[in-house]
């Protein structure tokens, strides 16, 4: 005699509907409540977005650099003496098949001060260096003002400023006349003419803080021995690695273990990758923001549960079985915890555009962030409107009825 | 067959021979268990199709408990309770629920009207949980609205009505779907008298279009508009008289 009495299941417009009441009829506390997980999810999506945008932008300016730029420096003898490149190495070099531009740099024991006036120990740290004409295209940089060495001013006392080096020496412009003045000492010494600045070398940092002369000038004035100290060298770019193998070999055939050769790029690349590394300390932040978010979601549905006794048992009595209550709100909490997530996300990919914008990066947001972001909401919402819901539905419905 | 909601064929047999919506057998209640709380003791009667009934008695009687066994909020503590013939103690938990969304309608003093919704959502909301679909209920949310006498009125919310036209909503929220019965819990309790009159005249138009109605009440004056009256004293049914 008993028919099939299956309870039919709410479909899932009507769910959404019923699992917002509580969001509709109480807009401030639901926001409030949000507000936490909306935090925790946007510090989460901003230090990702922030860490991938940067990343990103590091090596595209890698990318533009190019990977192919190969440095050789002198290392040190088998005494533990700084060893010296043979004076036919960048001759050698230039040998090698895929090779395509070869310059470098010769190392003077001269300091650079801005006039004789300065006193002896200021020295800046800067280095005075003997460079070869191509020397600025080779690393991957270009004027910021002036011009670079020609044949003509390679003779000449003439130089030029890395960038780091104009900045120490007070000087952001090139006009006629303008000069520096390179020695030992602020006694012993003659001046310089400017004729550039460079702008930064992001390959070849060690340029940023040189100040840079011609070869046949530094041997006249600064009694440079035209030994090379430092030889950038760009190949081919898929033959880097096998112009990498044979450099030191080619450099100095007879000494190959006193040749260093690295390749700047990998350097950057490397560093990018460990930048991530500093980022835990603001993912666990956001971690703990999205903690104490979940306790404000579990409390506020845990009121709600409370105030809203008599809409439950209306509710039972218009035939919602329990696990319909206890769904409806779940499902209230979840949608309250993606909310936030979703506010979250939003704060999180905008501060990350705004940021990437002003520093001249493509904003990158990766899917794990954003994703990630709304996953780790509904998880919370589920898991902190669990027990409210189970409250909910034990709820006997003639005690919700009489509460009132 | 006797499960079946009442058809048009069942409703016109003769009274004699109607099927008893309501059905209550030796119906005992008791309430904790040190000491025991004996609410209702061996309460029999049986409401037919089309009736309309009184439950009158004074405050503790066990009204209220009596009208959540009809309403298969709680189950006896021994007796049975058929409804439209089927055993409540034999039905599990979601079984009752589906009773209640398609069989029973209730009516509550307080109306308990979602107050953000509007009337015919809130009448709509009366076949939630029935399996109907949305267009449906609230087709037969604006016709029960009319029955009451506010068809004109559905957009309008809880708050711009007043107390006897918010039970009015109540009421069609309860006749929504047709149940087999519907129970109304001090239906006028909340209303002056005179708003009380009006919705118990609604409540006897709707029995006069065949609805089955138990109105539970400890007033004198409600219970005297009912042709049936059922009064209880103490958890007992001291008359079960027919005007």
């Given at each position: 005699?008993?028919?099939?009495?299956?309870?039919?299941?709410?479909?899932?417009?009507?769910?959404?509907?019923?699992?917002?009441?509580?969001?509709?009829?109480?807009?401030?506390?639901?926001?409030?409540?949000?507000?936490?997980?909306?935090?925790?999810?946007?510090?989460?999506?901003?230090?990702?977005?922030?860490?991938?945008?940067?990343?990103?932008?590091?090596?595209?300016?890698?990318?533009?650099?190019?990977?192919?730029?190969?440095t050789v420096t002198n290392g040190q003898t088998l005494f533990g003496q700084t060893a010296e490149l043979p004076l036919a190495a960048p001759g050698?070099?230039?040998?090698?098949?895929?090779?395509?531009?070869m310059q470098y740099t010769g190392s003077t024991s001269m300091n650079a001060y801005r006039s004789q006036l300065i006193p002896a120990v200021n020295t800046n740290g800067l280095s005075v260096q003997a460079a070869s004409l191509g020397l600025s295209?080779a690393v991957?940089?270009?004027?910021?003002?002036?011009?670079y060495l020609?044949?003509?001013t390679a003779k000449e006392p003439v130089a030029v400023l890395g960038a780091q080096a104009a900045g120490l020496l007070g000087i952001?412009?090139?006009?006629?006349?303008e000069r520096i003045w390179l020695g030992r000492t602020p006694k012993a010494g003659m001046w310089f003419y400017l004729t550039g600045i460079l702008?930064?070398a992001?390959?070849a940092p060690e340029i940023d803080d040189s100040v840079l002369v011609g070869f046949p000038a530094a041997r006249r004035y600064l009694g440079v021995d035209g030994h090379p100290t430092e030889i950038y060298?760009?190949?081919?770019?898929?033959?880097?690695?096998?112009?990498?193998?044979?450099?030191?070999?080619?450099v100095n055939?007879?000494a190959?273990?006193e040749v260093d050769v690295s390749?700047?790029?990998?350097?950057?690349?490397?560093?990018?990758?460990?930048?991530?590394?500093?980022?835990?300390?603001?993912?666990?932040?956001?971690?703990?923001?999205?903690?104490?978010?979940?306790?404000?979601?579990?409390?506020?549905?845990?009121?709600?549960?409370?105030?809203?006794?008599?809409?439950?048992?209306?509710?039972?009595?218009?035939?919602?079985?329990?696990?319909?209550?206890?769904?409806?709100?779940?499902?209230?909490?979840?949608?309250?915890?993606?909310?936030?997530?979703?506010?979250?996300?939003?704060?999180?990919?905008?501060?990350?555009?705004?940021?990437?914008?002003?520093?001249?990066?493509?904003?990158?947001?990766?899917?794990?962030?954003?994703?990630?972001?709304?996953?780790?909401?509904?998880?919370?919402?589920?898991?902190?409107?669990?027990?409210?819901?189970?409250?909910?539905?034990?709820?006997?419905?003639?005690?919700?009825?009489?509460?009132? | 067959?006797?499960?079946?909601?009442?058809?048009?064929?069942?409703?016109?047999?003769?009274?004699?021979?109607?099927?008893?919506?309501?059905?209550?057998?030796?119906?005992?209640?008791?309430?904790?268990?040190?000491?025991?709380?004996?609410?209702?003791?061996?309460?029999?009667?049986?409401?037919?199709?089309?009736?309309?009934?009184?439950?009158?008695?004074?405050?503790?009687?066990?009204?209220?408990?009596?009208?959540?066994?009809?309403?298969?909020?709680?189950?006896?503590?021994?007796?049975?309770?058929?409804?439209?013939?089927?055993?409540?103690?034999?039905?599990?938990?979601?079984?009752?629920?589906?009773?209640?969304?398609?069989?029973?309608?209730?009516?509550?003093?307080?109306?308990?009207?979602?107050?953000?919704?509007?009337?015919?959502?809130?009448?709509?909301?009366?076949?939630?949980?029935?399996?109907?679909?949305?267009?449906?209920?609230?087709?037969?949310?604006?016709?029960?609205?009319?029955?009451?006498?506010?068809?004109?009125?559905?957009?309008?919310?809880?708050?711009?009505?007043?107390?006897?036209?918010?039970?009015?909503?109540?009421?069609?929220?309860?006749?929504?779907?047709?149940?087999?019965?519907?129970?109304?819990?001090?239906?006028?309790?909340?209303?002056?008298?005179?708003?009380?009159?009006?919705?118990?005249?609604?409540?006897?138009?709707?029995?006069?279009?065949?609805?089955?109605?138990?109105?539970?009440?400890?007033?004198?004056?409600?219970?005297?508009?009912?042709?049936?009256?059922?009064?209880?004293?103490?958890?007992?049914?001291?008359?079960?008289?027919?005007?």
């Amino acid at each position: 005699m008993q028919t099939e009495l299956a309870a039919p299941r709410l479909s899932f417009p009507d769910l959404a509907r019923v699992a917002s009441v509580g969001l509709r009829t109480r807009r401030v506390r639901a926001g409030l409540s949000a507000l936490g997980i909306a935090i925790g999810v946007a510090a989460i999506v901003a230090v990702l977005g922030l860490s991938a945008s940067s990343q990103a932008g590091l090596l595209a300016e890698i990318d533009r650099l190019g990977t192919n730029l190969l440095t050789v420096t002198n290392g040190q003898t088998l005494f533990g003496q700084t060893a010296e490149l043979p004076l036919a190495a960048p001759g050698m070099i230039r040998r090698v098949g895929p090779v395509t531009q070869m310059q470098y740099t010769g190392s003077t024991s001269m300091n650079a001060y801005r006039s004789q006036l300065i006193p002896a120990v200021n020295t800046n740290g800067l280095s005075v260096q003997a460079a070869s004409l191509g020397l600025s295209r080779a690393v991957g940089t270009s004027l910021a003002h002036g011009r670079y060495l020609n044949p003509a001013t390679a003779k000449e006392p003439v130089a030029v400023l890395g960038a780091q080096a104009a900045g120490l020496l007070g000087i952001d412009r090139i006009y006629p006349g303008e000069r520096i003045w390179l020695g030992r000492t602020p006694k012993a010494g003659m001046w310089f003419y400017l004729t550039g600045i460079l702008k930064p070398a992001v390959l070849a940092p060690e340029i940023d803080d040189s100040v840079l002369v011609g070869f046949p000038a530094a041997r006249r004035y600064l009694g440079v021995d035209g030994h090379p100290t430092e030889i950038y060298v760009r190949s081919i770019t898929n033959q880097t690695a096998a112009v990498q193998s044979v450099l030191a070999a080619t450099v100095n055939p007879e000494a190959p273990n006193e040749v260093d050769v690295s390749q700047p790029s990998a350097t950057l690349t490397a560093r990018a990758d460990a930048q991530g590394a500093l980022n835990s300390l603001f993912l666990g932040l956001g971690a703990v923001s999205l903690l104490v978010g979940a306790v404000g979601v579990a409390n506020i549905m845990l009121i709600g549960v409370l105030e809203r006794r008599s809409e439950i048992g209306l509710r039972r009595s218009l035939g919602a079985t329990k696990g319909q209550i206890r769904t409806q709100f779940l499902a209230e909490a979840i949608l309250l915890a993606l909310l936030g997530g979703a506010v979250g996300v939003a704060a999180g990919v905008i501060s990350t555009v705004v940021y990437a914008h002003l520093k001249h990066w493509t904003a990158v947001i990766p899917a794990t962030a954003w994703a990630g972001g709304l996953a780790a909401a509904i998880f919370i919402g589920a898991t902190a409107g669990l027990l409210p819901a189970i409250r909910a539905a034990r709820l006997s419905p003639t005690e919700a009825l009489r509460t009132v | 067959m006797i499960s079946e909601a009442p058809t048009l064929e069942t409703m016109q047999l003769p009274s004699s021979a109607r099927i008893p919506v309501l059905e209550l057998e030796d119906v005992s209640k008791t309430y904790g268990t040190n000491p025991p709380v004996p609410a209702l003791q061996g309460v029999s009667f049986s409401v037919a199709a089309s009736e309309l009934v009184a439950v009158v008695g004074p405050s503790g009687s066990g009204k209220s408990t009596l009208l959540y066994l009809m309403g298969t909020l709680e189950r006896p503590t021994s007796g049975r309770v058929w409804l439209t013939g089927l055993d409540v103690a034999e039905m599990e938990d979601r079984e009752l629920a589906t009773v209640r969304a398609t069989r029973i309608g209730f009516v509550f003093q307080q109306f308990f009207l979602a107050e953000h919704s509007s009337l015919l959502d809130n009448v709509a909301d009366g076949l939630l949980y029935a399996g109907v679909s949305a267009n449906d209920r609230r087709e037969q949310a604006a016709d029960a609205l009319a029955a009451v006498g506010l068809g004109e009125r559905v957009k309008s919310r809880p708050p711009q009505l007043s107390g006897g036209e918010r039970q009015r909503v109540a009421i069609a929220r309860a006749l929504v779907g047709a149940p087999a019965i519907v129970l109304a819990d001090e239906p006028t309790g909340n209303l002056d008298s005179a708003t009380g009159e009006q919705i118990m005249a609604l409540i006897e138009e709707l029995n006069g279009k065949g609805a089955t109605i138990v109105v539970v009440t400890h007033e004198r004056t409600t219970a005297d508009r009912c042709p049936r009256r059922i009064q209880l004293l103490d958890g007992q049914v001291i008359s079960d008289t027919v005007a």
